[in-house]
């Protein structure tokens, strides 16, 4: 009589949630061999799932995965090698080398990034032989009105679990993510079709399947040939070009490939080179506009190259490609913060519709995962710039504030152009200590680092090497043309501050507005003595943070360094946060 079970997969549709658990087969066991037969597996699956679920077995863990900063996993080399052929070998290989115990996720996947919840997901299944349901906070968007079904959160998810999976060798667990990706290709975007086809394709005769259909869907849809290269390998885009022309769908626009003059404009933005984009449009064969250079260049190029091309004012920021995209709709869809803020800064409109009638903050928020929204930002640290970007576009869609003056005590200065520029460098200074993503973007779109930092005391610490010195404080004060520079790029960093981040923008207001430091911004009618009392005063408040900058500094840089860096796989860990080890 045979014996030998076989896995089953489930898919509760109203739930989400998937399972895939050891059935015994009924047609060839006896009801009298199989219930116990199945009993006992059942209870083999739940002593497996609680030592990968129990922080009990914790001590008889032989390796650690790395996920990211400040995440490990403890498993079991046994274990996984009896159920991967592909960990199987990689333990294999490391047994008895020095520092073989430890190993890095992102070395093990290499071609694709896998986030912790996917990790985690795949590692739960290799344990238990079950698949948890998909943690919502990671699979659900911000937009309220989102199904999300096939939004991308769902869909980066999904595909992240499918590679781990092929890449760990788990066939039943491929075959699984591939029907369920099938079945919801009919509700994700075609942007985010080129995720899955991405995937798909490096999974190569494993999801087929997959690959075929998301390029039928590819090929019917407006994608357009820039974004098609720049996202897939040239003999998918080859595949999907031919299909066209074989359709007679060529003509729609997808398949349009730029002229000669236009791609030189793309390889020049490539380039970082404006000034040759400058030179290139004195040729007359085309504009800014008719290359779609601004989208182009906010789809794909560094963000300072697309500020230098909007200051060049010869693009129409609210122009649309062929599809019907805003470059702030294209920009939404990059995800960055400072290029967003650049574009409403020169007249981008927010309400501006996709031909599927969508503004740029639902697409923003059908982008970004609910966990991340939510993440709490405690001050001093970096947002998280998908939730920054959300707050921007919020912010631009009600009634532009009132700009101008910044608050009380920089009204109060008046016409002292020394009190305010020392009110705006300590306020600038407090905004990058408490909120260092907010105050970088505003500076950067105000061009502050092209002015000259002055020293706020006599022995200020953050003066350049070699800079003339020019105290604030010291009488008597000439303002120089590059005090005038200093102070409008200031002034600009504060409005856009007010303007896109009025919650950041109140706690500085509170801080800098307090009464004893209005009372000493304002000198008025004082006598010598009261004068140079509030001096003292004031200069013991600007050491005092001058000194705190000073030692923030540091971690400023590496918060901006990393909040540059896109990052679609941010986990967090199961209800019991037991896999989660801190460096």
């Keep these: 009589m045979d014996s030998r079970t076989t896995f089953s997969d489930s898919n509760d549709n109203n739930s989400g949630s998937s399972s895939i658990s050891f059935v015994s087969n009924t047609e060839t066991l006896s009801p009298e061999i199989s219930a116990p037969d199945v009993t006992a597996l059942r209870r083999l699956s739940e002593n497996l799932e609680s030592i990968f ?20 996993v403890p498993v079991h080399r046994c274990i996984l090698s009896a159920r991967s052929p592909f960990f199987k070998t990689v333990f294999s290989r490391s047994a008895g080398k020095d520092g073989g115990t430890k190993f890095e996720l ?53 595909v992240e679990v499918l590679y781990a999976s092929f890449t760990f060798q788990i066939s039943e667990l491929v075959a699984l993510y591939q029907r369920h990706l099938l079945g919801i290709l009919n509700k994700v975007a075609a942007d985010d079709i080129l995720v ?206 009132l700009l101008g003056e910044a608050s009380v005590s920089l009204a109060k200065a008046g016409d002292d152009l020394r009190m305010r520029l020392l009110y705006l460098e300590n306020r600038v200074a407090l905004a990058k200590l408490l909120f260092p993503m907010e105050a970088q973007v505003a500076m950067d779109i105000a061009h502050v680092d092209g002015t000259t930092e002055f020293p706020l005391t006599i022995n200020s610490r953050n003066s350049p090497a070699g800079q003339r010195a020019m105290n604030l404080n010291e009488a008597p004060f000439k303002i ?64 005092t943070l001058s000194k705190a900058f000073d030692e923030d500094k540091e971690a400023f840089n590496r918060s901006t360094v990393s909040s540059s860096c896109s990052s679609t796989s941010i986990g967090m860990g199961r209800s019991n946060n037991r896999h989660v080890t801190k460096k």
């Design 480 to 543: 120089e043309e590059e005090h005038l520079n200093r102070l409008r790029a200031l002034s600009k960093t504060v409005e856009l501050g007010k303007r896109f981040f009025p919650r950041c923008s109140e706690v500085l207001n509170n801080i800098m507005d307090a009464d004893d430091l209005s009372e000493l911004a304002y000198l008025g009618n004082d006598t010598p003595e009261e004068r140079q009392q509030k001096k003292r005063r004031y200069t013991e408040l600007q050491e």
């Design 53 to 72: 679920e129990s922080r009990d077995f914790d001590f008889c863990s032989d390796a650690t995965i790395v996920v990211d900063a400040g995440r490990e």
């Design 106 to 158: 992102k070395e093990l996947t290499k071609d694709f990034e896998v986030g912790f919840n996917s990790f985690v997901t795949v590692l739960a299944y290799l344990y238990g032989g079950k698949i948890k349901p998909s943690p919502k906070d990671v699979c659900v968007c911000v937009d309220d009105n989102c199904s999300h079904i096939g939004c991308r959160p769902a869909v980066d998810f999904m």
């Design 196 to 401: 899955v086809l991405s995937v798909a394709y490096m999974c190569d005769r494993a999801c087929q399947k997959l690959m075929t259909k998301c390029i039928e869907i590819i090929v019917k849809s407006d994608t357009d040939i820039v974004t098609l290269e720049k996202t897939l390998p040239h003999d998918v885009v080859k595949q999907i070009v031919d299909s066209r022309i074989e359709l007679g769908l060529d003509g729609n626009g997808g398949n349009i490939f730029p002229d000669k003059h236009v791609k030189r404009i793309h390889r020049a933005l490539d380039s970082d080179d404006v000034e040759l984009v400058r030179m290139l449009l004195k040729e007359g064969h085309t504009t800014l506009d008719d290359a779609y250079a601004l989208h182009y260049a906010v789809g794909y190029c560094d963000a300072k190259t697309t500020t230098d091309l909007l200051d060049l004012g010869l693009a129409d920021v609210n122009h649309k490609n062929p599809r019907g995209f805003t470059v702030l709709h294209v920009a939404a869809m990059r995800k960055e913060p400072k290029i967003i803020v650049s574009l409403l800064t020169k007249g981008a409109r927010p309400s501006d519709l996709t031909p599927d009638g969508r503004k740029a903050l639902q697409i923003s928020k059908r982008l970004t995962k609910s966990m991340d929204y939510l993440k709490s930002t405690e001050e001093g640290k970096a947002s998280p710039k998908d939730r920054l970007c959300i707050e921007i576009l919020e912010q631009a869609e009600r009634r532009d504030p």
